[in-house]
């Protein structure tokens, strides 16, 4: 039996959250989602996951921070923004971020494609 993976999604824009978790979803990935950085990184404390999709601008804990938090554990971390400064991207990476997607450059589905490549 082929165990589904599981995924952190961190984006306080509700219906980009809600449209991202059915296409996860749909291609059998276990999704657990947060609305702002505070949440995330309290589901994070309390589950393991294989990934953490994760927005910048958000209430209460931006993504920089998120990532400073998070960044030194072993899970991988995508971020979704719709920061596109070089710096900000950068920054992400600096923080440990292994892939940085551009909200207003990809589709849907090429971060599903991103996902599932990266987790198979």
């Known amino acids: 039996m ?3 993976k599981k995924i952190l999604l961190i984006e306080d824009e509700k219906p980009m959250a809600k449209a991202l978790d059915h296409k996860l979803t749909a291609e059998n990935f276990e999704i657990t989602v947060a609305h702002n950085g505070e949440e ?3 589901e994070f404390k309390k589950g393991s996951f294989d990934l953490v999709i994760t927005d910048l601008m958000m209430p209460e804990m931006d993504g ?3 990532l400073e938090k998070i960044g030194e554990e072993d899970t991988p971390i ?3 923004s719709n920061l596109s ?3 900000d991207k ?7 971020a292994k892939k940085f997607l551009i909200k207003s ?3 849907l589905n090429d971060i599903v494609d991103e996902v599932k490549s990266f987790l198979s």
């Open 2 to 4: 082929n165990k589904s």
């Open 40 to 42: 995330g990184l309290d």
């Open 64 to 66: 920089f921070e998120l």
């Open 78 to 80: 995508f971020v979704l």
């Open 85 to 87: 400064q070089k710096e």
């Open 90 to 96: 950068e920054r992400a990476e600096e923080l440990g």
């Open 105 to 107: 450059e990809v589709q």
